[in-house]
C-alpha cells in the first residue's frame, strides 16, 4: 500500500485551439454579411451628395420627364426618337464638341428615355455625358 500522496497534476485549458476556432467563425461572418448587402435590391434613384450645379455656357441641360417626353435647355423637343432629340441637342450645343450634356431625368423615368438621349448625344458627337441629382438633404424635404 502506497499511502504517499500523490502530486495532482491541475486540469490545463489550451487557449490556442479555441482561439483558432473563433478566428475561423469571425472571418466567415464578416464574408457572409459582406454578401448579403450585394443581394439587397432597394434602388432609390437618384439622389446623391454633390456639389451644386455650375452654370457654364458649353453645358447643355436635358430634361426627361417620367413619360419620356425631353426638353433641351427648358426647350421641349418634339418627338421622342433619337433623332429628333439630336437636332435640338445639336442647336443647344453652343461649344460644339467640347460641349457637356447633363442628363436631368425623373427618378420614375424609364431606362430607355435616358439611353435615347445618349444615343443621340453620341450620334452628333457629344461624348462628355453626366448626370444630374439631387443631394439627400433636398430629397427628404421634398
Request: hydrophobic letters at 45%.
Amino acid at each position: 500500500m502506497n499511502f504517499r500522496p500523490r502530486v495532482k497534476d491541475e486540469p490545463e485549458i489550451n487557449l490556442i485551439p479555441f482561439i483558432d476556432v473563433l478566428l475561423v467563425v469571425l472571418i466567415f461572418l464578416m464574408l457572409t454579411t459582406t454578401y448579403s448587402k450585394f443581394t439587397e435590391m432597394q434602388l432609390k434613384l437618384p439622389v446623391a451628395d454633390a456639389d451644386a450645379q455650375r452654370d457654364y455656357p458649353r453645358e447643355v441641360i436635358v430634361a426627361v420627364s417620367a413619360d419620356g417626353h425631353y426638353m433641351v435647355n427648358k426647350q421641349a423637343v418634339d418627338g421622342r426618337t433619337p433623332d429628333s432629340l439630336a437636332e435640338s441637342l445639336s442647336d443647344a450645343a453652343k461649344a460644339g464638341k467640347d460641349s457637356v450634356v447633363i442628363i436631368s431625368a425623373d427618378a420614375t423615368a424609364t431606362h430607355q428615355s435616358v439611353i435615347t438621349v445618349m444615343e443621340a448625344a453620341r450620334r452628333i458627337g457629344l461624348t462628355q455625358i453626366t448626370f444630374a441629382t439631387q443631394s439627400s438633404a433636398q430629397a427628404g424635404h421634398k
